[in-house]
Every structure is written in structure tokens, then in C-alpha cells.
């Protein structure tokens, strides 16, 4: 039995599971730092309604950062330093995304919070282009 289909099929779901975790929760802290906060709306239960989309978002780039890395043919030198800075910082993101949704915080301890992890969410789409390109030209 031919498995490519299924194959592709696999590899493309969770390259839309990486990048649907990402936007979820990158565009969420983004949304959340520039409007949210400027116009004095934070409330717990906001954080609350995040909570669901924090653990799907959270789940989902685990889950398929993990299938891709596994799954990846070759890796040009340099790949795993890069990764591993990426990972680091993407935990940073998420602790920061639980922080939220969990933690009884003033709102300017929030928002400074949420002007780190929207930083780090920066630096880890950076490095994520450049892992991108290197493993392109193996």
C-alpha cells in the first residue's frame, strides 16, 4: 500500500496545526498588548476565555514542532543550535500565555509581560524564516 498520500496528508495538517498555534497565540498577546491594555479593558475574565485557545494553541505547537522535527529528511549544520534557541524561547511565549490566563496580576505587570512574549514571539518567527531557508538549501 502506497503511504505518500497519507504522508502528505500528515505533513500538511501539521504545518497548518504549527502555523494556526502561532497565530493564535502570537496575534492573541499582540491583540491584547496594542488594544486590550491601551484602552483599560483588562478584566480576569478575558484571561479566563483565553485559557481554551492558550491550550489548543499550546497543544498544537508542541505536538506538530515535534512531528515536523522528527520527520525533517536532513538538517543543514547550524539547525539544532537554532532550534533549540527557538524552543527555549517559544517556552517563554507559552509561560507567558499561562501566566495570563492563570495568574492574579495588576494590569501593568501584564502588559509588561505580555511586551516580553510579544517580543520573544518576534525573535522566534525570525529564526523560524532562517530555519526555514537554510533547510531549503541542504
Known amino acids: 500500500m502506497d503511504m505518500e ?3 502528505a ?4 495538517l ?4 504549527h502555523i494556526a498555534g502561532a497565530v493564535i497565540l502570537l496575534g492573541a498577546m499582540i491583540f491584547a498588548r496594542y488594544v486590550v491594555y491601551p484602552s483599560g479593558s483588562d478584566s480576569d475574565a478575558l484571561w479566563r476565555r483565553f485559557g481554551g485557545w492558550l491550550t489548543f494553541a499550546v497543544a ?3 505536538g506538530s514542532g515535534i512531528y515536523n522535527l522528527l520527520t525533517k529528511a536532513a538538517y543543514p549544520p547550524g539547525y539544532h543550535m537554532w532550534f533549540g534557541i527557538k524552543f527555549l524561547l517559544a517556552l517563554h511565549v507559552m509561560a507567558i500565555g ?10 501593568a505587570k501584564r502588559a509588561r509581560w505580555l511586551s ?3 517580543l520573544t514571539g ?3 518567527l525570525a529564526i523560524s524564516a532562517y530555519l526555514r531557508w537554510i533547510s531549503q538549501h541542504v
Open 5 to 7: 498520500p497519507v504522508s
Open 9 to 12: 496528508f500528515l505533513g500538511i
Open 14 to 17: 501539521m504545518r497548518w496545526m
Open 60 to 62: 498544537g505547537l508542541l
Open 98 to 107: 499561562f501566566l495570563l490566563a492563570r495568574a492574579k496580576a495588576d494590569s
Open 116 to 118: 516580553g512574549a510579544v
Open 122 to 124: 518576534a525573535l522566534i
